[in-house]
């Protein structure tokens, strides 16, 4: 039997269910865990060397698909979302898409009563109970990124635009009020707060985590008006055989099953995993047990927005995040800080 290594994010959702999947079907296949910080911006090229399998987000793939194997032959069934979209690239798929997530809305209803619809909502609230923005780390741009969209931009230019300052200008009134050591808490560690203490009652952006419902509702993201685009960027995980593997009937298996229905509606879920099959969203068995997270947020993950897969995204991605930390935090005017978005943008690969 060959064996494996793998490599995952450290949470319960991305580690429980591969290593139990591993162990109970036999398979040589270890997992190794790093941060969601790790997951997020450390450079695949340098994970491929190691490993064989790698969970991965799909803006990576610019960088990465040279070290990747296709897999288009692995998939089969009905995923929620842009999910399968956005691990297809230059007429293959380079990952199957294990986990499905987007940003929603997280509201503990105790403390802000109902859950805002509107982005004029989710200001009018924050004027009576403490709201956050989730900002840390690459999330400052994604939240900026999802409001333009609910706002009727998909910013694909990156160009200074009337919606950018208006989006600008929403998350800086939002964090001139919100409850300040929530802006530099990670999705897992604003969760977390949220369970834990009363300190934060609404985030209208961040990442859906099963795990944290019903605790805490999760509906989907804000929209300029009634019936208009929920705003949101589509994250997920994806499973990627890398260039080093010696691939097997075995691991060719493994990996198929991790997506059929019987991993996705059951297993999945039973071991702390968010599944990306569509039979799953819609199960009236899965939502029961999570306050229905699935059916709440899937017209946000239906129609949620993808990113760009160039090279040096990643580099850019994280730089522009701190011009929109400095733009909110009134260190940098949002004039400038469009600009240099612009200018990190021209400098990333765009061939």
């Known amino acids: 039997m060959p064996r494996y290594r793998g490599?995952?994010?450290?949470?319960?959702?991305?580690?429980?269910?591969?290593?139990e999947a591993s162990r109970q079907r036999g398979i040589d296949l270890t997992w190794d865990v790093h941060p969601l910080s790790g997951f997020e911006s450390t450079p695949i090229e340098q994970l491929a060397e190691e490993y064989d399998v790698i969970v991965l987000d799909h803006p990576h793939l610019g960088d990465a698909i040279r070290h990747l194997q296709p897999v288009d032959e692995l998939l089969y069934g009905e995923f929620v979302g842009p999910s399968v979209a956005s691990y297809r690239m230059n007429g293959h798929l380079w990952a199957l898409p294990l986990d499905a997530a987007t940003q929603v809305a997280a509201t503990r209803v105790d403390l802000a009563g109902e859950t805002p619809q509107l982005w004029s909502e989710v200001i009018a609230l924050s004027y009576r109970a403490p709201v956050t923005l989730s900002l840390a780390g690459p999330h400052a741009l994604l939240t900026y990124l999802s409001i333009c969209v609910a706002l009727g931009e998909e910013p694909e230019s990156f160009r200074p635009s009337a919606t950018g300052r208006r989006a600008l200008d929403v998350m800086s009134d939002l964090t001139s009020r919100?409850?300040?050591?929530?802006?530099?808490?990670?999705?897992?560690?604003?969760?977390?707060?949220?369970?834990?203490?009363?300190?934060?009652?609404?985030?209208?952006?961040?990442?859906?985590?099963?795990?944290?419902?019903?605790?805490?509702?999760?509906?989907?993201?804000?929209?300029?008006?009634?019936g208009s685009r929920p705003g949101s960027t589509i994250g997920g995980t994806g499973l990627a055989i890398t260039q080093r593997c010696e691939t097997s009937p075995e691991l060719f298996d493994h990996l198929q099953w991790l997506l059929s229905a019987t991993a996705q509606d059951s297993f999945i879920p039973e071991h702390e995993g968010q599944p990306?099959?569509?039979?799953a969203w819609t199960s009236e068995q899965v939502n029961?047990?999570?306050?229905?997270?699935?059916?709440?947020?899937?017209?946000?993950?239906?129609?949620?927005?993808v990113r760009p897969r160039r090279a040096g995204y990643i580099g850019f991605q994280t730089?522009?995040?701190?011009?929109?930390?400095?733009?909110?935090?009134?260190?940098?005017?949002?004039?400038?800080?469009?600009d240099r978005i612009a200018t990190l943008w021209k400098g990333i690969d765009h061939e």
């Open 319 to 338: 730089a522009a995040s701190e011009v929109v930390r400095e733009v909110v935090d009134g260190a940098v005017s949002t004039s400038a800080g469009l």
């Open 288 to 305: 029961q047990r999570v306050g229905n997270f699935y059916r709440r947020t899937l017209p946000t993950i239906t129609s949620a927005w």
């Open 178 to 226: 919100a409850p300040r050591h929530s802006l530099s808490l990670d999705p897992i560690g604003l969760l977390d707060d949220m369970v834990s203490d009363d300190t934060v009652a609404h985030c209208p952006l961040v990442y859906g985590y099963v795990n944290y419902a019903p605790a805490v509702t999760f509906t989907d993201a804000p929209s300029e008006w009634l």
């Open 7 to 19: 490599l995952t994010w450290d949470h319960p959702r991305g580690r429980d269910a591969l290593v």
């Open 276 to 279: 990306a099959r569509l039979s």
